[in-house]
C-alpha cells in the first residue's frame, strides 16, 4: 500500500546534489558552531543574578531536597509535599547538582540544556528533510527571544517547551516519510513532556494533530497516529511516577489536577488574569528579532492554504501549516485560560523560527521587499536598547517584587506591563 493511500503524503524525492551526504569536515564545522552558539547564548551567564522571583527559588529547593533525601518521587519544600508541578525539571535539577554541586547557576542549567536540545532538533530535522537552510534554521531558533530569556531561567517552562517540540518534529518527520522510528519518538517526547507539566502537553499535541488531519481531510493520519505500540510507550514512560506519587500523596489529583490545571485555566485563583490579548505582544516580544518575517510567513502560510488545499497536503507546503498550527493553537487555548503567565505559551515559539526557515527558503531567488527588510532592521536593532541597559534589571527586580522571574524581567526591559 502506498503512502497515500495509507494517509500520508509520498516521501519527497530530492535531486542529487540535495540528497549528497555533507562531507564529514562539513558536519563537524556545523556542529561546532551550533555547540559554540548554545553555549554562549544559553550557558553564558547563568549566574549572573541570584534567583529571582518567587518560582525559581522554590523550584530549585524543591530538587535540593529530593536531592538530599535521595527521592525521586515526592517534590517536597520545607519538608512539606509540593505538588504543583511534575518531577522532569526536579530530575534535571538534581542530575545537574550532581555533577556541579548545588548553586544558583546550576539550578538554571536544566532550562539551558533543554534549549540546546531545541536548536539540535530542529538541525536534525532540517537536514533530514529540508536540506540547504539547515544551520541558518538552527541558529534562527537559537537566538530568537523567549528562548534565550527562558533558557536563564530555572523553571518547568524550558523542559516543557523542548518536549514539546521534540514530540511534533517527530510527529511531523513520521507524517512525511512513515518511518514508525519517529512515530515512536514523538510518543516518547510527549511522555516527557507530561512529565514537565502535566497533561496539557498530550492535549495540546492532540489538537494540532487532529486540525491537521481536519485540514487535509484524512481523519486516517488519526488512525495511524494511534499506534497501539506508541501508544503503550506512552504509558510505559509517564505513567509509572504518575501512580507512584498518587499512591503516595492521595491529595496528590486534587492539587495537581483539580486546582493546578482545571482550576488554574477555568478561574483567577492563582490571580493572574490578563485580557484576552494578552499573548499577542508576548509572542511578538517572544519572536524578536525575527517577527517581521514570522508575521510574513504567517500571512504567505494562509493565502497558499487557501488557494491550494486541494493539493498543499501532498507537498512540501504542508510543512508550513503544520508550523501554523503549532503556533497559533498554544497562543489560542492559553488566551482562553483566566490564569495567564507569559511562560504559557513557550512550546508554541520554536515553530516560529521554523517558519522563518521556511519563508527564507521560498524566497531564495525572490527576496523580500525593501519595507519588508527595512522593517526587520529596525525590530532587530531595537533589541540593543535592553542590551545596553542590563545594570537596570536589578532595579526592575525591586519594583517588580515577589512575583518577578528572570524571564520577565527580560521581557519588562522591552516593555513594561504588569506581570
Known sequence: MSAIQQGAPPEFSLNGSDAAEFPVRQRIREALLLVGFCLFLFFYGLGQFGLLGAD????????????????????TLAGKPWLEKPPLYYWQAIVAYRIFGVSDWVARMPSAVDASLIVLAVYL???????????????????????????????????????FSLALLSWYAWWET??????????????????????????????VIVLFAIAARDVRILLRTLWLPGLGLFLLLALPWYIAIQARQPE???????????????????????????????????????????????????????????????????????????LVVPIFFFSLSHSKLP????????????????????????????????LHALVASAILVPAFNVESLSRWREDCGSGCSISSLWFRSFWRWPL
Request: aromatic share 16%.
Open 343 to 374: 511562560g504559557y505559551i513557550l512550546p508554541a515559539i520554536p515553530a516560529g523560527p521554523l517558519l522563518v526557515t521556511e519563508y527564507v527558503r521560498r524566497h531564495v531567488d525572490d527576496p523580500p521587499s525593501i519595507g519588508l527588510n527595512t
Open 252 to 326: 496528590f489529583f486534587r492539587v495537581f489536577i483539580l486546582e493546578h490545571n482545571f482550576a488554574r485555566f477555568g478561574s483567577n485563583l492563582y490571580h493572574h488574569e490578563q485580557p484576552f490579548w494578552f499573548y499577542l505582544p508576548v509572542a511578538a516580544l517572544a519572536l524578536v528579532p525575527w517577527i517581521v518575517f514570522v508575521a510574513a510567513a504567517l500571512f504567505e502560510t494562509m493565502r497558499g492554504w487557501w488557494a491550494e488545499r486541494a493539493t498543499l497536503f501532498q507537498s512540501q507546503d504542508a510543512l508550513n501549516f503544520f508550523l501554523l498550527l503549532w
Open 178 to 207: 512513515s518511518r514508525k522510528l519517529y512515530l515512536s519518538a514523538f510518543y516518547v517526547f510527549v511522555a516527557l513532556a507530561a512529565l514537565a507539566k502535566g497533561p496539557i502537553a498530550p492535549a495540546l499535541a492532540g489538537v
Open 56 to 75: 525559581e527559588p522554590r523550584y530549585a529547593q524543591v530538587a535540593r531536597e529530593m536531592l538530599e533525601r535521595h527521592d525521586w518521587i515526592t517534590p
Open 125 to 163: 530535522f532540517l537536514r533530514k528533510l529540508r536540506p540547504g537552510f539547515v544551520v541558518d534554521g538552527a541558529l534562527i531558533t537559537a537566538s530568537v527571544a523567549g528562548i534565550l530569556g527562558f533558557a536563564h531561567s530555572a523553571s518547568t517552562d524550558m523542559p516543557l517547551a523542548a518536549m
